[in-house]
């Protein structure tokens, strides 16, 4: 017969194994999607980002 303590120890370790596979299905059906990684939500085309300030003037050192 067990330990009453032992019970609990084997219930925790299985609850803990359950929800980390839960989880890191969760995570590998997200990230398995087309489209899924940074970059594809980045803008493709982003003029202003390549193009330095019209005036000449830094805007965050002289607002």
Known sequence: MMEPGL?????LILAIIVV??????LVYRVMNRPD???GSRLPK???P???GPEDGR????NP
């Open 7 to 11: 019970g609990a120890v084997i219930f």
């Open 20 to 25: 980390v596979s839960v989880g890191a299905f």
């Open 36 to 38: 899924a990684h940074i």
């Open 45 to 47: 085309d982003d003029p």
């Open 49 to 51: 980002a390549e193009a």
């Open 58 to 61: 830094d805007s965050h050192r």
